[in-house]
Structure formats: structure tokens, C-alpha cells
């Protein structure tokens, strides 16, 4: 079991960025594979970008390729997503997540064990 904590988020005009950090704590966490999911207001949580436990393997949502970009450093034991060019369907709260599933790049939140409290961002036009 790992603790995450999720940060960076907060006011952005459409077109700008923000890069959200997920900090975990456990001597393990190189170990898991990390996602980010979101959850807009009235929406269901929805996948948006996950890297695996060695940082070799990333995959993103549809909706944020090529604005969105997720990296890790297992010597800080964070993992980031730098987020680009934003729209305001972007607007909602983002959450981190970790597993140790054997399935390389899970997308579903149901294979993430463990969650951060999430960060809310929002995207004014």
C-alpha cells in the first residue's frame, strides 16, 4: 500500500498549462504502475493518462494526447503530468492512482488500489 498526495493543481485560462505532481510515500512505489484519472462535475471518473512501474510505458486518453504528458522520478518517488494547451473541458478534479496489477497499462479505475485525494483544476475561457 502506498500514500498519494496530488498538488500543482488550480486557476488556468484556456491555452495555458499546469503540471500536477503525485507524491507517494513507501519504499516501494518504483514498483507500481501510476495513473491519473479525472472527474468532472456531473461525470463519471474517467482515465487520462497512466506510466508503468519502470517509466518505459506510457498511454494516454484520446482527449488529452498530445497535450498531456505523464513522467515519473523514482528518486523523489513523484509522479507528474504536465499538462498543455488546456481547454476548459479539462476543468475537473484529478486524481492520481497506483497498482501493482500484472496488466501493463490498466485504464480502468477499478484495478487502482490506491488513490490520492485529488487536485482541482480549472480551465476559464
Known amino acids: 500500500q502506498v500514500q498519494l498526495v496530488e498538488s500543482g493543481g488550480g486557476l488556468v485560462q484556456a491555452g495555458g498549462g499546469l503540471r500536477l505532481s503525485c507524491a507517494a510515500s513507501?519504499?516501494?512505489?518504483?514498483?507500481?504502475?501510476v495513473g491519473w484519472f479525472r472527474q468532472a462535475p456531473g461525470k463519471e471518473r474517467e482515465f487520462v493518462a497512466v506510466?508503468?512501474?519502470?517509466?518505459?510505458?506510457?498511454y494516454y486518453a484520446d482527449s488529452v494526447k498530445g497535450r498531456f504528458t505523464i513522467s515519473r522520478d523514482s528518486a523523489k518517488n513523484t509522479v507528474y503530468l504536465q499538462m498543455n494547451s488546456l481547454k476548459t473541458e479539462d476543468t475537473a478534479v484529478y486524481y492520481c492512482?497506483?497498482?501493482?496489477?500484472?496488466?501493463?497499462?490498466?485504464?480502468?479505475?477499478?484495478?487502482?488500489?490506491?488513490w490520492g485525494q485529488g487536485t482541482q483544476v480549472t480551465v476559464s475561457s
Open positions: 492512482a497506483a497498482t501493482l496489477s500484472i496488466v501493463v497499462i490498466p485504464t480502468a479505475s477499478a484495478r487502482y488500489t490506491d
Open positions: 513507501g519504499r516501494t512505489f518504483s514498483n507500481y504502475t
Open positions: 506510466i508503468s512501474a519502470g517509466g518505459e510505458t506510457q
